[in-house]
């Protein structure tokens, strides 16, 4: 069983909607969760870190779930420049091993 | 150095041959990741360091992959006897350590082709 679980998409949405991705992972002694953002032939940047209580930074929402193992992503008012594939990150601090899901590719449309 | 600094950005090499892959973290920063991408996929744990011992290195594919970083700064990964299955954007990352508060930067990758 893979470490990071994600929906690969494609999610294709219009500009201005509300898109959410969900991350599962396997390990509950998981400790510390990303999200990256990587454009096409670029390097993964961190988004955002996810915190327990959930957290916001502009139009871009993090929530964690320990109970369900799974992360999510919401970004409201999809700008055209949000088009990328987000990746979803795990570190189960015991190895400091950072494990990557497979992406989510979004790609929002005018 | 700012960023995470790898070389070269693309190599074109025949099946056969050896590579090499260098990267230059950010200074001051302990940890080493080495991670390898193909397309459509996520990055793939190689090898971690951690100042320059390998700390874990359960991620290389087989004996044909290497990895140093003799004086905790700059690591090179070593290919040898390269096959066209090898071809992948292989990334480093680095971080200033381990906690909660760690998170990785990564260089802008060294894409290898192996014809």
């Known amino acids: 069983r893979k470490e990071v679980e994600q929906d690969p998409g494609p999610f294709n949405v219009p500009e201005g909607a509300t898109v959410a991705f969900n991350c599962t992972y396997s390990n509950s002694a998981s400790q510390s969760f990303f999200w990256y953002r990587q454009d096409c032939r670029k390097e993964p940047k961190l988004l955002m870190s996810?915190?327990?209580s959930g957290n916001e930074d502009g139009r871009f929402t993090a929530q964690l779930n320990r109970a369900s193992q799974y992360i999510s992503l919401l970004i409201r008012d999809s700008k055209l420049s949000d088009s990328a594939t987000y990746l979803c990150v795990v570190n189960t601090h015991t190895g400091n091993q950072f494990y990557f899901g497979t992406g989510t590719s979004l790609t929002v449309i005018p | 150095g700012a960023g995470v600094s790898q070389t070269p950005s693309n190599k074109v090499t025949e099946k056969g041959k050896y590579v090499e892959l260098r990267c230059d973290p950010i200074?001051?920063?302990?940890?080493l990741y080495w991670y390898r991408q193909s397309l459509g996929q996520g990055p793939e744990f190689l090898i971690y360091f951690q100042g320059t011992g390998a700390a874990d290195d359960s991620g290389l594919p087989n004996d044909r992959f290497f990895a140093v970083r003799p004086e905790g700064s700059v690591s090179t990964l070593k290919i040898q006897r390269t096959e066209r299955g090898d071809s992948a954007v292989y990334l480093c990352a680095s971080s200033r350590g381990t906690g909660k508060a760690n998170v990785l930067t990564f260089g802008a990758g060294s894409r290898l082709t192996v014809l």
């Open positions: 200074s001051g920063h302990t940890a």
């Open positions: 996810v915190y327990s």
